[in-house]
């Protein structure tokens, strides 16, 4: 019996992060049930509070560096675990602390806002510490179904219906094209644990055509999940028809999430069917690079245009997978975090403009940004060239780690490919910068803004020009996370 005791006390332990997320969250849905709508300040600093407590576990864990595993072997802490929740609470709480003002002046600063968030958040945390082909399916669960209702959060809007029904539509789609996949690889292995299946699958195995069907099935539904084409036709319609706010949460930190399925089922569950599943990757991120980058140059809206840029950003990505080292795993895990410190800027810029009650969301709204908010111009600015890829900013180092990997494993023809990709996508960056500071008659300014998204907003600009200007702790970060790999 004390045996058993201690077996369980070691596993509550593991999940000790996600549980303190989920007593708090039924905490904030009951607080915010008797708050009258002046306030919703309470569920904002409630959420605060209790992201803030999430993190401290999460460093208090990751102390030792050691992995432990929990519940039979189906849940797993280790430090690439600890750094991607470290990374998403870091995100969900940037997200929501933008996202205040813009919610407030349309009336949608409502406690479900929080809520769905907190929900997207643990299904987020349960993918990187998932080691079970069924954990990892109900976590991606979670994480979707919040989505769902965060894109349909404005239930006025007719836009946001119809991208809401979209994205649930393909989504249902895309997950049971998942569940068939692990239903397969179940079927030939008889395990869902990660563990298992990496010294299940011998020769014998990996030559069976049900496991090859069911491999295909598992990229497919990771593709999707990345917004990766040819299954990137939700992103552009969500991203526009979504609330900007629900827009910046739907394009950071899921995306944390959709990279531990990844790695968690294709690197550390099958690596002897890597020379498979490296050409399917190989192929969705040429794919994504051509039409991400192409397709954002026919964009006017910006949001629209951001969804293009963050498919081509995927097939980046994606290349480091298809590189199939360590390093090559390094290199997506450093990418991946430095988009979203990207993406939450980009979109955040957006919300901040947006925050007086009008929507900012087409380029011709930023034309002679610079002349009305010239230090906001200025970040816009930054954000722009780190996403092309110019040094010192952290997006030129996100790309050379993907280009270099993808060399030491001769894969010269995907560099060209990446790097004319990138040339092209340089275009409609460069626009943006252009309208800001070269033309006139837009009508956007930061005015009116709350000094606490002025100051985390730069800090997030200034994040990606320190990280730049000194990425080798970020990279001795991915290095220790992908080690174990």
Same mark, same amino acid.
């Given at each position: 019996?004390?045996?058993?005791?201690?077996?369980l006390?070691?596993?509550?332990?593991?999940?000790?992060?996600?549980?303190?997320?989920?007593?708090?969250?039924?905490?904030?849905?009951?607080?915010?049930?008797?708050?009258k709508?002046?306030?919703?300040?309470?569920?904002?600093?409630?959420?605060?509070?209790?992201?803030?407590?999430?993190?401290?576990?999460?460093?208090?864990?990751?102390?030792?560096?050691?992995?432990?595993?929990?519940?039979?072997?189906?849940?797993?802490?280790?430090?690439?675990?600890?750094?991607?929740?470290?990374?998403?609470?870091?995100?969900?709480?940037?997200?929501?602390?933008?996202?205040r003002?813009?919610?407030?002046?349309? +009336?949608?600063?409502?406690?479900?806002?929080?809520?769905? =968030?907190?929900?997207?958040? $643990? @299904?987020? /945390?349960? &993918? %990187?510490?998932?080691?079970?082909?069924?954990?990892?399916y109900?976590?991606l669960?979670?994480?979707?179904l919040?989505?769902?209702?965060?894109?349909?959060?404005?239930?006025?809007?007719?836009?946001?219906?119809?991208?809401?029904?979209?994205?649930?539509?393909?989504?249902?789609?895309?997950?049971?094209?998942?569940?068939?996949?692990?239903?397969?690889?179940?079927?030939?292995?008889?395990?869902?644990?990660?563990?298992?299946?990496?010294?299940?699958?011998?020769?014998?195995?990996?030559?069976?055509?049900s496991?090859?069907?069911?491999?295909?099935?598992?990229?497919?539904?990771?593709?999707?999940?990345?917004?990766?084409?040819?299954?990137?036709?939700?992103?552009?319609?969500?991203?526009q +028809?979504?609330?900007?706010?629900?827009?910046?949460?739907? =394009?950071?930190?899921?995306? $944390? @999430?959709? /990279?531990? &399925? %990844?790695i968690?089922?294709?690197?550390?569950?099958?690596?002897?069917?890597?020379?498979?599943?490296?050409?399917?990757?190989?192929?969705?991120?040429?794919?994504s690079l051509?039409?991400g980058n192409?397709?954002?140059?026919?964009?006017?809206?910006?949001?629209?245009?951001?969804?293009?840029?963050?498919?081509?950003?995927?097939?980046?990505?994606?290349?480091?997978?298809?590189?199939?080292?360590?390093?090559?795993?390094?290199?997506?895990?450093?990418?991946?975090?430095?988009?979203?410190?990207?993406?939450?800027?980009?979109?955040?810029?957006?919300?901040?403009?947006?925050?007086?009650?009008?929507e900012?969301?087409?380029?011709?709204?930023?034309?002679?940004?610079?002349?009305r908010?010239?230090?906001f111009?200025?970040l816009?600015?930054?954000?722009?060239?780190?996403?092309i890829?110019?040094?010192? /900013?952290?997006?030129?180092?996100?790309?050379?780690?993907?280009?270099?990997?993808?060399?030491?494993?001769?894969?010269?023809?995907?560099?060209?490919?990446?790097?004319?990709?990138?040339?092209?996508?340089?275009y409609?960056?460069?626009?943006?910068?252009?309208?800001?500071?070269?033309?006139?008659?837009g009508?956007?300014?930061?005015?009116?803004?709350?000094?606490?998204?002025?100051?985390?907003l730069s800090?997030?600009?200034?994040?990606?020009?320190?990280?730049?200007?000194?990425?080798?702790?970020?990279?001795?970060?991915?290095?220790?996370?992908?080690?174990?790999?």
């Open positions: 019996m004390s045996t058993l005791a201690s077996a006390s070691a596993d509550l332990l593991t999940v000790w992060p996600e549980i303190i997320l989920a007593l708090g969250l039924c905490l904030v849905l009951v607080v915010d049930m008797f708050l709508d002046s306030y919703r300040d309470v569920t904002y600093l409630l959420t605060i509070f209790l992201l803030a407590g999430i993190a401290w576990s999460l460093l208090g864990a990751g102390a030792g560096g050691e992995t432990t595993l929990a519940f039979g072997g189906s849940y797993i802490s280790d430090p690439l675990s600890r750094v991607l929740k470290l990374f998403a609470v870091a995100a969900v709480a940037t997200v929501f602390l933008y996202s003002p813009y919610l407030r002046a349309r +009336g949608l600063h409502l406690g479900e806002f929080y809520v769905l =968030g907190l929900f997207a958040l $643990l @299904g987020i /945390l349960v &993918l %990187a510490s998932s080691y079970s082909l069924l954990v990892s109900l976590g669960e979670l994480l979707s919040s989505l769902y209702a965060l894109v349909a959060f404005n239930r006025d809007s007719p836009v946001a219906a119809e991208a809401a029904m979209k994205y649930f539509v393909l989504g249902a789609i895309a997950s049971g094209i998942l569940l068939y996949g692990m239903s397969l690889v179940y079927g030939v292995t008889g395990s869902l644990n990660i563990g298992d299946l990496q010294a299940t699958i011998g020769t014998a195995e990996a030559s069976s055509l496991l090859w069907v069911g491999l295909a099935f598992l990229v497919a539904g990771i593709a999707f999940k990345f917004g990766a084409v040819p299954f990137h036709m939700w992103a552009p319609d969500v991203y +028809g979504a609330p900007t706010a629900v827009t910046l949460f739907v =394009g950071t930190a899921p995306k $944390l @999430g959709a /990279l531990a &399925l %990844a968690r089922i294709l690197v550390e569950g099958l690596p002897a069917l890597g020379d498979l599943w490296q050409v399917m990757l190989a192929a969705l991120a040429v794919l051509v039409l192409v397709a954002a140059i026919a964009q006017t809206n910006l949001k629209r245009m951001l969804a293009y840029s963050a498919i081509a950003h995927v097939g980046f990505i994606l290349l480091g997978f298809v590189a199939g080292t360590p390093e090559g795993i390094q290199a997506a895990l450093f990418y991946t975090l430095v988009y979203v410190i990207m993406a939450a800027g980009s979109f955040g810029f957006l919300v901040l403009l947006s925050s007086r009650g009008e900012v969301e087409n380029l011709d709204d930023l034309r002679g940004l610079w002349q908010s010239p230090w111009a200025l816009m600015v930054l954000l722009m060239v780190s996403m890829g110019v040094p010192p /900013l952290a997006g030129f180092y996100a790309k050379w780690w993907i280009l270099s990997a993808l060399l030491e494993t001769n894969h010269v023809g995907l560099a060209i490919a990446a790097l004319v990709a990138s040339v092209i996508g340089a409609y960056y460069l626009r943006v910068i252009r309208l800001m500071l070269f033309e006139d008659g009508q956007a300014h930061a005015g009116g803004v709350p000094l606490d998204v002025r100051v985390v800090v997030n600009v200034l994040l990606l020009l320190l990280i730049g200007l000194l990425p080798d702790r970020l990279l001795e970060l991915c290095a220790r996370a992908a080690a174990l790999i």
